[in-house]
Nanobody, 126 residues
Framework: VQLQASGGGLVQPGASLRLSCAAS????????MGWFRQAPGKDREFVAA????????RYGGAVKGRFTISRDKTSGTAYLQMNTLGPEDTAVYYC????????????????????WGQGTQVTVSS
């Protein structure tokens, strides 16, 4: 399984970005696609996740209300719409996929994910 993340860039505070993550396979209906981020010198942080089948979502506290995760089951692509970005959102963003179904309460644990994309840099600066 390969995951290809894209859409990062340099934006000013208050701007929006949309990240994409394309998966090489689509036989993961019960799995969630997760987004995590890691800033320099900090631990990897959960951002959001969505279960492919019914679309159940979960968000990290720092992004709730500003970010929206979605997926296109046909193309096997997940999206992360990020609004009202601030300098604190600067990080490398990774998409990730577990081998099988995991419960919603485990969406935020990176240890539950087996496949990781290469990451895309998001920098928010004036």
């Amino acid at each position: 399984v390969q995951l290809q993340a894209s859409g990062g860039g340099l934006v000013q505070p208050g701007a929006s970005l949309r990240l994409s993550c394309a998966a090489s396979v689509r036989t993961f209906s019960g799995s969630p696609m997760g987004w995590f981020r890691q800033a320099p010198g900090k631990d990897r942080e959960f951002v959001a996740a969505i279960r492919w089948s019914e679309g159940t979502t979960r968000y990290g506290g720092a992004v709730k209300g500003r970010f929206t995760i979605s997926r296109d089951k046909t193309s096997g692509t997940a999206y992360l719409q990020m609004n009202t970005l601030g300098p604190e959102d600067t990080a490398v963003y990774y998409c990730a996929l577990p081998r099988g179904r995991i419960i919603v309460s485990s969406f935020d644990g990176p240890q539950h994910y087996d496949y990781w994309g290469q990451g895309t840099q998001v920098t928010v600066s004036s």
